[in-house]
Every structure is written in structure tokens, then in C-alpha cells.
């Protein structure tokens, strides 16, 4: 059974810090591309971040939080992360972790609509105060 399970959310202050954990089981990432994605109420669901570990070109960011967030994978663990330094107020949110299937070779485009990923975490809540 493939599962994703995030953790490590919770409340900071501006200028804050915080790493989000996403454990897979029932694949590895060996073939499968990670996203990280972010909702606030009312509005459409945003990717934050991608990656595919055999493909190191596939590193997207959204602009947003391009040069504060760092996506990565530890492949033994099974684990992806999202560190997230600097946080501020917009980026109060519910993050998702979700997995793409890539079957084919060369090259991967992981900056994709959220409904082209294949599994999908939980979610955990950051809350970021002024």
C-alpha cells in the first residue's frame, strides 16, 4: 500500500524556521518524483517545490519561496523534506507532500498541476505570526 505521511508543522514567528518530514511506504523514490505543495483556505492549491532524485535538473521552486526553501530526499530513509527558513505570514498554510509515478526515461518535469501527481499525503498545518 503506498502511503505518505507528513509531519513536523506547527507555529513559528516571522523570520522562523521549520523542516517538513514526508515518509513514503509502498515505494521509493527511485521512480517516483516528490512535490511539495500548499493551500490556505479559499484559494486553489499551489506547488512549492519538486524534485526527482535521479534527476537533479528536475529541482523546481516556486518564486515565492525561491532562496528560503530547500527541497531533498534521503532515498535509505525513504524520507523527502522541505526546510523552510525565513517564513513569513504568506506562508501560513496547509503543506502537502505528494509522489509522481515516473515511468519513462530522460528527462523529468516535476513542476506540474497537482492533479498529474499519483499519492498524496495529509497534510500538516504551518502557521506563521507577525
Known amino acids: 500500500e503506498v502511503q505518505l505521511v507528513e509531519s513536523g508543522g506547527g507555529s513559528v514567528q516571522t523570520g522562523g524556521s521549520l523542516r517538513l518530514s514526508c515518509v513514503a511506504s509502498g515505494f521509493t523514490f527511485d521512480d517516483h518524483a516528490i512535490g511539495w505543495f500548499r493551500q490556505v483556505p479559499g484559494k486553489e492549491r499551489e506547488q512549492v517545490s519538486c524534485f526527482f532524485s535521479r534527476s537533479e535538473d528536475s529541482t523546481y521552486y516556486a518564486y515565492s519561496v525561491k532562496d528560503r526553501f530547500t527541497i531533498s530526499t534521503d532515498n535509505a530513509k525513504n524520507t523527502a523534506y522541505l526546510e523552510m527558513n525565513s517564513l513569513k505570514p504568506e506562508d501560513t498554510a496547509v503543506y502537502y507532500c505528494?509522489?509522481?509515478?515516473?515511468?519513462?526515461?530522460?528527462?523529468?518535469?516535476?513542476?506540474?498541476?497537482?492533479?498529474?501527481?499519483?499519492?498524496w499525503g495529509q497534510g500538516t498545518q504551518v502557521t506563521v505570526s507577525s
Open positions: 505528494a509522489a509522481l509515478v515516473v515511468w519513462w526515461s530522460g528527462a523529468v518535469n516535476c513542476q506540474l498541476p497537482d492533479y498529474e501527481y499519483d499519492y
